[in-house]
Structures are given as C-alpha cells and as structure tokens.
C-alpha cells in the first residue's frame, strides 16, 4: 500500500495570473459600488432634511392675522366658504348673499344656494 508523502507538483504560474480586463472591470466595479453607496447615504440625508423642514412649522407658534371681516345678519341660518377659501358666504334661508374674496377682490351675487338646506 503507498502512502500519500509525496509532495504534489506544484501548480504552474500562470494559473494564478489574473487578465488586465478582469482586474480593470474588478477597479470600475468597486468604483460603482462605491458611489452607489454614497449616494444612497445622500438621499437618505434628503430625505431626512426634507422631513425636517415640513415638520418643523409644527413645533412654531402660529401667526394669525385677519384679512377681511363677513358681515353677518341677525337671520342667518349658516355661513361658510369655498374650498379653496376665497368666497365666503352666508346663507339667510331664502337667498345667499357672499362678500369679496380676500385674494382677488370678486364678489358673487346673491341668488338661491342649490343645496339640501331647506329645499
């Protein structure tokens, strides 16, 4: 029986070289992989800083300031506005008389409301 003493050959050189394009593409690789992180690391501070600063007027007193005063009459059933708050409204139960809006100064004539209010 023979024993396994004997030292094998040893592997030749160039097996063990790598190819110039294998370590120029290993180089770019580690280049991209390298950006990529930074750049996620990047946007997670943005997102962080954008967070921050749509969140931080919650923690500041609020500044109030009237811009026009609605006159209402002694029979108003209801007053309110648009949605997008330029038309406020009083609603007298037969008619609906409106003031000028803030932002550009049109008003609206009075006429019947087409609402559930009494019809």
Do not use: N
Request: aromatic content about 10%.
């Amino acid at each position: 029986m023979a024993t396994s003493d004997e030292m094998p050959a040893p592997a030749p050189e160039s097996r063990f070289t790598v190819s110039p394009l294998t370590l120029a593409a290993d180089r770019w690789m580690g280049r991209l992989i390298r950006i990529g992180g930074v750049g996620v690391v990047v946007a997670v501070l943005g997102m962080l800083g954008f967070l921050i600063f749509q969140v931080f007027p919650l923690f500041v007193g609020a500044k109030v300031s009237p811009e026009s005063a609605l006159t209402v009459p002694a029979e108003a059933v209801a007053f309110g506005e648009d949605e997008y708050g330029e038309f406020p409204f009083v609603f007298a139960g037969t008619a609906a008389s409106s003031s000028s809006g803030p932002r550009t100064g049109r008003s609206c004539s009075s006429g019947h409301p087409r609402s559930a209010i009494g019809a």
